[in-house]
């Protein structure tokens, strides 16, 4: 055999080696390194998103912080029930600080007007007719606007009926406030009781006749 094709044997076994040892060895690393750069990829993605979350934290927490006062805001323009008790004392409170007297405050049941859970009432007070405008501004401004807030410092009142009289035995500026107000909850009013009725004596009808 000559020199040339020993050298070309030899080429090729060499050749042959190195694509053995590159399908057996490298290849399967490739596959590997692969497989870690994906998983780098996924964990730096979510340490990225890990990161955000956290730099939103403080963000997340004023505004969840913001939501409770909302809501506590509403619970207090709006309550549940009727909380007629509290609303006695915010109600006479304001009274006192306009110097006016309460002759009557008359809460009457709730009602469903348009979907609303009205609590009407009328109040009936005496004072000096400036005392007497100072206490309506003092129950309208239980709920203000400032700016983009909110204040509250007392239930959501409507006045629906308004009016003034000077007694017998008043002088001017001292007048009777006879005032009609609107207050709100959040549970639906009950039935009357003629509907109750009403209903429950078609529901016994409709048994009878599918009885019959």
């Not at 709006?78 to 609303?87: C, Y």
């Not at 009557?104 to 109040?123: H, N, S, Y």
Request: charged share 30%; aromatic share 8%.
């Amino acid at each position: 055999m000559k020199r040339r094709d020993i050298y070309i044997l030899i080429g090729l076994g060499v050749l042959v080696l190195i694509v053995a040892w590159y399908f057996l060895m490298i290849s399967p690393k490739r596959d590997d390194v692969a497989e870690a750069q994906k998983l780098r990829d996924t964990e730096k993605r979510q340490f990225e998103t890990d990161r955000a979350r956290v730099e939103r934290l403080p963000e997340e927490k004023r505004a969840a912080l913001q939501a409770q006062e909302d809501l506590l805001k509403i619970n207090k323009l709006v309550p549940v029930d009727k909380q007629v008790p509290s609303l006695i004392i915010e109600l006479n409170q304001s009274a006192n600080q306009s110097g006016i007297d309460f002759v009557k405050i008359a809460p009457k049941e709730p009602v469903d007007v348009g979907g609303d859970t009205v609590i009407p009432m009328d109040l009936t007070f005496e004072g000096r007719f400036f005392d007497v405008n100072d206490f309506l501004y003092r129950v309208e401004n239980y709920a203000r606007l400032e700016g983009s807030d909110v204040n509250v410092s007392g239930r959501f009142i409507s006045v629906v009926d308004l009016q003034l009289e000077q007694g017998d035995f008043l002088e001017w500026p001292n007048v009777t406030c006879r005032l009609g107000v609107n207050t709100y909850m959040t549970t639906p009013a009950p039935l009357p009781k003629t509907a109750g009725r009403a209903a429950k004596d078609s529901n016994n009808s409709d048994q009878t006749k599918t009885g019959g």
